[in-house]
């Protein structure tokens, strides 16, 4: 006998076995989808903030680079201070180790250096350090031992920095002359 | 409410939660995969510029019309141009010389693209020797700023400017 509008003994319970799995399903597919939304937005972050960074150290490293490599003998100390204060790490050793061997040889050859930047361009972004490619011309101007007139000349001179943000600032972490392995 | 509307109610509401994750998830793919299309096309933009220096400065008296050929298929508009018209000075040069020039790419940087175009910064040096000569090798230092235009799927150096 065929009961087209009645229960069969025992399918409430079915019924309700059914929808528990229809919503275990839903609850699967909803998790799995805001796990795969989670993934890309974080993806989408990094590579937009890649392009943001590297504009970012790009402009402090051009802003910098003159304070970083200029000098006058006069007002080494000063210069070399003011220049320590941009670095961070490993460089602000090297800087603090720059004026006690700089200092000396700039006094006694009367020497001064100004370094201009041409260009700049980002090489790469790594989480939070950029590597930054800069051009620049560095004008020197002394007076060798020995010599009556001071000795002046003007170098074509490329460097790489190093940038790492620290806090709101960019601070040069490092900085390479490009020859060689240096 | 019973059981059943408390379940109609949660279908619903996860229904309403998966259509909003899908249109989120294909909207950020759509994103994401833009965004690392321009990474990549900003990778072949300054491995395009390095190439090219290379090319420009890797060059041997007795490979010169293989090592002007390569530098050649490099460029395009203006650059390929300016060497084209210069590079039967450099063939002759390099023959008469005996010139062995090896270069070493040092660096590339970008400043600005637009997609279609790049401004990228290169630095590369070389070493010249001159075969039966006793003169000492000699290093020197380049720099240049290079556009670099995508032609169909790749990309060439349109302008390259050495920076004195």
Same mark, same amino acid.
């Given at each position: ?112 250096? *100004? ?68 | ?99 062995? *020039? ?63």
């Amino acid at each position: 006998m065929t009961r087209p509008f009645g229960r069969h003994p025992g399918e409430p319970v079915r019924r309700g076995r059914e929808g528990a799995w229809v919503l275990v399903m839903l609850g699967a597919v909803t998790l799995a989808l805001a796990a795969a939304v989670g993934v890309m937005w974080v993806d989408l972050g990094r590579l937009r903030a890649g392009e943001t960074l590297g504009r970012e150290a790009m402009a402090s490293a051009r802003a910098v680079a003159a304070d970083m490599l200029s000098y006058d003998y006069r007002t080494i100390e000063q210069d070399l201070t003011r220049a320590r204060e941009l670095t961070t790490g490993s460089l602000t050793e090297h800087y603090r180790e720059l004026a006690r061997t700089l200092v000396p040889t700039a006094r006694s050859q009367q020497a001064v250096q *100004q370094a201009t930047v041409s260009e700049a361009a980002v090489e790469r972004v790594e989480g939070e350090r950029v590597d930054v490619l800069v051009f620049m011309n560095i004008a020197t101007t002394k007076t060798l031992p020995g010599e009556a007139q001071p000795q002046h000349e003007v170098i074509p001179n490329r460097a790489r920095f190093v940038m790492v943000r620290s806090g709101s600032k960019w601070m040069v972490a490092g900085l390479s002359t490009l020859l060689g392995s240096a | 409410m019973n059981g059943g509307a408390v379940r109609l109610a949660i279908v619903s509401i996860l229904g309403v939660l998966i259509t909003v994750l899908i249109v989120m998830a294909v909207w950020l793919w759509w994103q994401v995969s833009a965004a690392q299309l321009a990474a990549d096309e900003r990778a072949k933009a300054l491995n395009a510029a390095g190439a090219h220096a290379v090319n420009l400065l890797s060059v041997s008296h007795k490979t010169i019309d293989e090592d002007i050929k390569r530098a050649l298929s490099s460029a395009t508009g203006r650059a390929k141009a300016e060497f084209a018209r210069d590079s039967e000075v450099l063939k002759k040069t390099t023959v008469d010389d005996k010139i062995l *020039q090896t270069a070493v790419l040092r660096a590339t940087g970008l400043i600005t693209t637009d997609g279609s175009t790049a401004r990228v910064l290169v630095v590369a040096d070389s070493l010249v020797r001159w075969e039966d000569s006793e003169a000492a090798p000699a290093k020197r230092f380049y720099r240049w700023n290079m556009q670099v235009t995508k032609v169909g799927r790749s990309w060439l150096v349109s302008e390259a400017e050495r920076v004195p």
